[in-house]
């Protein structure tokens, strides 16, 4: 079983902090949580119907 990265955990916890109860983020939202455009958003991350979990966003970003 692969190991997770060290920086997931604090993004998950930034995240949750960020966006407290939610478990699911639109574009815009990670959007304005990242300090990045729309494009940009859309480019880096991997997004189903607009969306993406919290823990696939945390796991992508590290």
Request: charge should be positive.
């Amino acid at each position: 079983m692969p190991r997770e990265k060290e920086s997931y955990r604090d993004n998950l916890e930034l995240i949750l902090a960020s966006f407290p109860g939610k478990s699911m983020l639109n574009k815009k939202e990670v959007a304005t949580f990242c300090g990045l455009d729309y494009a940009t958003v859309n480019k880096l991350f991997e997004f189903t119907h607009n969306y993406i979990s919290v823990a696939k966003l945390a796991r992508q970003m590290s």
